[in-house]
């Protein structure tokens, strides 16, 4: 065995930051930090894509769903946000 230092983290490592991770973003070259959902949310927009786009449902009541999930996990994230600031402050 080689006794050459890991150069980065393990893919268990990587496994367990993308789950425990509330926000991604990736950094694209010319137009910057973009952010990207989470992928339990990437597979509902596939989803509702793959409906639309085999014409189960219309692409409005798609787009519809889609930015009504947008906005669900939105207030969601900042009741939580909320909550959290609430408890340091009391603490």
Do not use: C
């Not at 694209?28 to 992928?39: D, F, K, Q, S, T």
């Not at 596939?46 to 996990?73: K, Q, R």
């Amino acid at each position: 065995m080689s006794d050459t230092p890991k150069t980065g983290p393990s893919h268990r490592d990587t496994v367990e930051r993308v789950r425990h991770a509330e926000r991604f973003a990736v950094n694209l070259p010319i137009i910057g930090r973009v952010g990207i959902p989470p992928p339990e949310h990437l597979a509902f927009y596939a989803a509702l894509g793959t409906l639309a786009a085999l014409e189960i449902i219309e692409w409005p009541v798609a787009v519809i769903i889609a930015a009504g999930h947008v906005l669900a996990a939105e207030e969601h994230h900042r009741t939580g946000q909320e909550i959290g600031d609430a408890l340091k402050r009391t603490s």
